[in-house]
Nanobody, 125 residues
Framework: QVQLVESGGGLVQAGGSLRLSCVASGRAFDGYAMGWFRQAPGKERELVAGLRDVGGETYYPPSVRGRVTIAEDNAKTTLYLQMDSLKPEDTAIYYC??????????????????WGQGTQVTVSS
């Protein structure tokens, strides 16, 4: 089992940048597919970045493609989400998640088994 703790959220002006971190405890997330999701008030939780367990393949939906980058450290204990050119519509609670490896990039919320508590990102106009 892996425990996930996010940090790095905050208030930023439109056009600014933030880097979110997700630290794993209990065990490293080696062997897990990883993802970053976000949920804005009144909206469904949506995937913003996915990372396959092996090979480094990534996925970004069109809404964030070119503005965000998912990465992990070599020890596979910290997952990052670099967000640039932030927009007010990026305002949400951001969650990292871990799911079973061997299935490629996991695209759906229900594919993931472990979740962090979330970190708030607020982008002002």
């Amino acid at each position: 089992q892996v425990q996930l703790v996010e940090s790095g959220g905050g208030l930023v002006q439109a056009g600014g940048s933030l880097r979110l971190s997700c630290v794993a405890s209990g065990r490293a997330f080696d062997g897990y597919a990883m993802g970053w999701f976000r949920q804005a008030p009144g909206k469904e939780r949506e995937l913003v970045a996915g990372l396959r367990d092996v090979g480094g393949e990534t996925y970004y939906p069109p809404s964030v493609r070119g503005r965000v980058t998912i990465a992990e450290d070599n020890a596979k204990t910290t997952l990052y989400l670099q967000m640039d050119s932030l927009k007010p519509e990026d305002t949400a609670i951001y969650y990292c998640a871990a799911g079973p490896g061997g299935r490629g990039i996991l695209m759906r919320r229900h594919d993931y088994d472990y979740w962090g508590q979330g970190t708030q990102v607020t982008v002002s106009s």
